[in-house]
Structure formats: C-alpha cells, structure tokens
C-alpha cells in the first residue's frame, strides 16, 4: 500500500514562481518511477516531469523543460517540483504519481499509485 499526498497549489500570476510538493507514505518496493501529472478537465492527463526512484534521472515533457525542475529530498520519500515562470497554460490540477513504467515514462496509464490533486492557476 502506497499513499501519495500533495500540498502547496495556489493560485499566482503569470511569470511568477511557484514549489508543489509530494509525500510517499508506504511501501515503494515495487515502483521504479515517481513524478508530476497534470491535467485539465475534459483533456488527457499529461506527464510533466518524472524521475526513477533508484538513481534519481529526470525525464520532462517539452511543454516544461527549461522550467520546471524535479528533485527528491535523501530519504526519497517527498518529491518537489520547483515551477518557475508560470505561464497561464499550466493552469491545472496537479498529480503526485508512482509506478513501474515500461516505455513511455509519461505516460500517466503506466502508474498505479495516485495522489488526490492539488490546484495550481496562473492569472492575472
């Protein structure tokens, strides 16, 4: 059993920076990855930065890379995701996810373990 939790969406204006966080409780055992989805209503939900467990190698989509940056704290147990200038269209609820993926690492299908969600909006 695995429990993912998120904190720290809000809302921001555009340009601005923002830090989401996720905490793992349980037993990661059998995952290999861990990372951030996104998605808006009525859309797919999008991988946007995932990383593998063991060694720590970072994998973004290109809507992000350049601006957001995923990192772990030593016990590997919480994973950050650092945004930095927001645009409007990263406007979405935000998934902390777990999972042993083959192939498409962002591929949100290919995870198991789910967080609830935590809003981020990018207005002016």
């Known amino acids: 059993q695995l429990r993912l939790t998120e904190t720290g969406g809000e809302s921001v204006e555009p340009g601005r920076s923002l830090t989401v966080s996720c905490v793992l409780d349980?037993?990661?055992?059998?995952?290999?990855?861990m990372g951030w989805f996104r998605q808006v209503a009525a859309k797919e939900r999008e991988g946007i930065a995932v990383?593998?467990?063991?060694?720590?190698?970072?994998f973004y989509a290109d809507s992000v890379k350049g601006r957001f940056t995923l990192s772990r704290d030593k016990t590997k147990t919480t994973l950050t995701l650092q945004m930095n200038n927001l645009k409007p269209e990263d406007t979405a609820m935000y998934y902390c996810?777990?999972?042993?993926?083959?192939?498409?690492?962002?591929?949100?299908?290919?995870?198991?373990?789910w967080g609830q969600g935590t809003q981020v909006t990018v207005s002016s």
């Open positions: 996810a777990a999972g042993a993926p083959i192939g498409r690492v962002l591929d949100a299908a290919k995870y198991k373990y």
């Open positions: 349980g037993d990661t055992s059998n995952t290999t990855f």
């Open positions: 990383m593998t467990r063991r060694s720590g190698d970072t």
